[in-house]
Protein backbone atom coordinates (compact mmCIF):
# COMPACT_ATOMS: atom_id res chain seq x y z
CA UNK A 1 0.00 0.00 0.00
CA UNK A 2 1.37 3.43 -1.05
CA UNK A 3 0.50 5.74 2.29
CA UNK A 4 0.94 9.08 0.52
CA UNK A 5 -2.04 7.87 -1.82
CA UNK A 6 -4.33 5.55 0.08
CA UNK A 7 -3.29 5.72 3.90
CA UNK A 8 -4.05 8.80 6.12
CA UNK A 9 -2.12 7.10 8.79
CA UNK A 10 0.61 6.50 6.82
CA UNK A 11 0.58 10.13 5.44
CA UNK A 12 -0.07 11.02 9.10
CA UNK A 13 3.41 9.62 10.16
CA UNK A 14 5.14 10.62 7.36
CA UNK A 15 4.70 14.01 7.79
CA UNK A 16 5.09 13.99 11.39
CA UNK A 17 8.52 12.23 11.40
CA UNK A 18 9.64 14.14 8.39
CA UNK A 19 9.09 17.40 10.55
CA UNK A 20 10.45 15.70 13.67
CA UNK A 21 13.58 14.20 11.87
CA UNK A 22 13.76 17.89 10.37
CA UNK A 23 14.35 19.27 14.08
CA UNK A 24 16.63 16.63 14.76
CA UNK A 25 18.53 17.69 12.20
CA UNK A 26 18.66 21.31 13.31
CA UNK A 27 19.84 20.53 16.98
CA UNK A 28 22.12 17.53 16.98
CA UNK A 29 25.31 16.85 15.54
CA UNK A 30 23.72 13.92 12.72
CA UNK A 31 21.83 14.44 9.73
CA UNK A 32 18.20 12.40 9.61
CA UNK A 33 16.29 11.25 7.12
CA UNK A 34 12.92 9.38 6.40
CA UNK A 35 14.08 6.47 3.53
CA UNK A 36 10.95 5.17 3.56
CA UNK A 37 7.37 4.10 4.87
CA UNK A 38 4.89 1.02 4.36
CA UNK A 39 1.39 0.13 5.81
CA UNK A 40 0.59 -3.03 6.48
CA UNK A 41 -1.68 -5.50 8.54
CA UNK A 42 -0.23 -8.10 10.78
CA UNK A 43 -0.02 -8.87 14.24
CA UNK A 44 3.37 -7.42 16.96
CA UNK A 45 5.03 -9.85 15.32
CA UNK A 46 4.57 -9.14 11.71
CA UNK A 47 5.68 -5.17 13.26
CA UNK A 48 8.78 -6.66 14.40
CA UNK A 49 9.66 -8.54 11.53
CA UNK A 50 9.86 -5.44 9.73
CA UNK A 51 13.74 -4.96 10.88
CA UNK A 52 16.20 -6.98 9.38
CA UNK A 53 17.87 -8.66 11.99
CA UNK A 54 19.75 -11.06 10.58
CA UNK A 55 21.35 -13.05 13.01
CA UNK A 56 22.22 -10.53 15.54
CA UNK A 57 19.98 -8.72 18.14
CA UNK A 58 18.58 -5.42 18.10
CA UNK A 59 18.30 -2.48 20.48
CA UNK A 60 14.43 -1.07 21.14
CA UNK A 61 12.38 1.39 22.68
CA UNK A 62 8.44 1.28 22.77
CA UNK A 63 5.49 2.36 24.12
CA UNK A 64 1.94 2.15 24.32
CA UNK A 65 -1.04 4.73 24.69
CA UNK A 66 -4.48 3.12 26.49
CA UNK A 67 -7.43 4.61 26.43
CA UNK A 68 -10.16 5.18 24.00
CA UNK A 69 -7.22 4.87 21.10
CA UNK A 70 -4.77 2.68 22.08
CA UNK A 71 -1.70 2.18 19.84
CA UNK A 72 1.77 1.15 20.27
CA UNK A 73 4.72 2.53 18.87
CA UNK A 74 8.32 1.58 18.63
CA UNK A 75 11.89 2.27 17.47
CA UNK A 76 14.30 -0.73 16.84
CA UNK A 77 17.91 0.18 16.29
CA UNK A 78 21.36 -2.17 15.67
CA UNK A 79 23.43 -1.90 19.19
CA UNK A 80 26.41 -2.11 16.44
CA UNK A 81 25.48 1.21 15.46
CA UNK A 82 25.57 3.08 19.25
CA UNK A 83 28.16 5.05 18.96
CA UNK A 84 27.25 6.41 15.25
CA UNK A 85 23.39 7.25 16.83
CA UNK A 86 24.81 8.34 20.01
CA UNK A 87 27.33 10.56 17.99
CA UNK A 88 24.55 11.31 15.40
CA UNK A 89 21.96 12.64 18.58
CA UNK A 90 24.39 13.87 21.64
CA UNK A 91 27.60 14.78 19.50
CA UNK A 92 29.83 12.31 21.27
CA UNK A 93 29.78 8.73 21.79
CA UNK A 94 30.34 7.17 25.47
CA UNK A 95 33.37 4.74 26.76
CA UNK A 96 33.12 1.29 25.07
CA UNK A 97 32.30 -1.09 27.77
CA UNK A 98 31.16 -4.14 26.11
CA UNK A 99 27.37 -4.48 25.54
CA UNK A 100 25.02 -1.98 25.58
CA UNK A 101 25.82 0.33 28.80
CA UNK A 102 22.90 1.93 31.20
CA UNK A 103 24.08 5.55 29.33
CA UNK A 104 23.59 3.42 25.78
CA UNK A 105 19.99 2.65 27.07
CA UNK A 106 18.96 5.83 28.11
CA UNK A 107 20.45 8.04 24.99
CA UNK A 108 18.26 5.56 23.46
CA UNK A 109 15.02 6.02 25.72
CA UNK A 110 15.60 9.87 24.88
CA UNK A 111 15.63 9.44 21.18
CA UNK A 112 13.01 6.91 21.12
CA UNK A 113 10.98 9.27 23.24
CA UNK A 114 11.13 12.26 21.01
CA UNK A 115 10.62 10.35 18.08
CA UNK A 116 7.70 8.28 19.12
CA UNK A 117 5.89 11.16 20.74
CA UNK A 118 6.05 12.83 18.00
CA UNK A 119 4.33 10.76 15.95
CA UNK A 120 2.05 9.71 18.56
CA UNK A 121 0.99 13.70 18.67
CA UNK A 122 0.02 13.93 14.70
CA UNK A 123 -2.16 10.56 15.16
CA UNK A 124 -3.86 11.74 18.12
CA UNK A 125 -4.33 15.02 17.35
CA UNK A 126 -5.92 14.01 13.95
CA UNK A 127 -8.08 12.72 15.78
CA UNK A 128 -8.91 15.85 18.48
CA UNK A 129 -7.82 13.09 21.13
CA UNK A 130 -5.15 13.85 24.04
CA UNK A 131 -3.52 10.91 24.82
CA UNK A 132 -0.84 9.79 27.93
CA UNK A 133 1.68 7.48 26.85
CA UNK A 134 3.16 4.81 29.04
CA UNK A 135 7.06 5.25 30.31
CA UNK A 136 9.12 4.48 27.82
CA UNK A 137 10.07 0.90 28.14
CA UNK A 138 13.74 -0.51 26.71
CA UNK A 139 14.51 -4.16 25.74
CA UNK A 140 17.42 -5.81 23.66
CA UNK A 141 17.48 -9.49 22.08
CA UNK A 142 16.00 -11.28 18.74
CA UNK A 143 13.14 -11.01 17.21
CA UNK A 144 11.32 -13.20 19.51
CA UNK A 145 12.33 -11.22 22.85
CA UNK A 146 11.32 -7.87 20.73
CA UNK A 147 8.10 -9.20 20.12
CA UNK A 148 7.26 -10.97 23.08
CA UNK A 149 7.67 -7.40 25.05
CA UNK A 150 5.10 -5.61 22.47
CA UNK A 151 2.73 -7.99 22.74
CA UNK A 152 2.89 -7.48 26.16
CA UNK A 153 1.71 -4.09 25.91
CA UNK A 154 -0.22 -4.08 22.66
CA UNK A 155 -2.28 -7.48 23.17
CA UNK A 156 -1.98 -10.57 22.24
CA UNK A 157 -3.84 -12.20 18.75
CA UNK A 158 -5.14 -8.39 17.73
CA UNK A 159 -4.21 -7.33 13.94
CA UNK A 160 -3.08 -3.85 13.41
CA UNK A 161 -3.09 -1.79 10.60
CA UNK A 162 1.37 -1.06 11.15
CA UNK A 163 3.29 2.13 9.44
CA UNK A 164 6.62 0.88 9.31
CA UNK A 165 9.36 3.63 8.38
CA UNK A 166 13.17 3.84 7.86
CA UNK A 167 15.17 5.93 9.14
CA UNK A 168 18.87 7.30 7.83
CA UNK A 169 21.06 8.63 10.28
CA UNK A 170 24.43 10.28 9.59
CA UNK A 171 27.09 12.10 10.94
CA UNK A 172 30.49 12.62 9.28
CA UNK A 173 31.53 9.07 7.86
CA UNK A 174 29.00 7.15 9.92
CA UNK A 175 25.54 6.01 9.32
CA UNK A 176 22.95 3.85 10.52
CA UNK A 177 19.84 2.44 9.54
CA UNK A 178 16.64 1.95 12.56
CA UNK A 179 12.68 1.48 11.97
CA UNK A 180 10.31 3.03 13.51
CA UNK A 181 6.88 1.19 14.15
CA UNK A 182 3.40 2.37 14.81
CA UNK A 183 0.89 -0.31 15.87
CA UNK A 184 -2.66 1.16 15.35
CA UNK A 185 -6.10 -0.97 16.03
CA UNK A 186 -8.29 -1.13 12.73
CA UNK A 187 -11.07 1.20 14.75
CA UNK A 188 -8.34 3.61 15.72
CA UNK A 189 -7.53 3.54 11.82
CA UNK A 190 -10.44 3.61 10.35
CA UNK A 191 -10.88 6.93 12.69
CA UNK A 192 -8.04 8.57 11.14
CA UNK A 193 -9.37 7.94 7.70
CA UNK A 194 -12.62 9.51 8.54
CA UNK A 195 -10.38 12.47 9.39
CA UNK A 196 -9.41 12.85 6.13
CA UNK A 197 -5.96 14.32 7.16
Not at 64 to 82: E, R
Not at 88 to 116: H, R, T
Request: glycine residues 8%; charged residues 15%.
Amino acid sequence: MNPTENSVVGRLAELSLEKCLVRLSKVSAGTWQLVDTAVLNGTPGTAVGQYNFGKLPAAAVYFDIKGNFPMTSLMIFDPADIDCISKCFLGYSFPKQGGISASDEVMLLELGNIVLNSLSNSVFNALGQSFMPSVPQFVAGDAVRIAESVRAVAGAGVTFRIVASTLAIQCDNRNSICKVLALVPEEMAQALERTKA
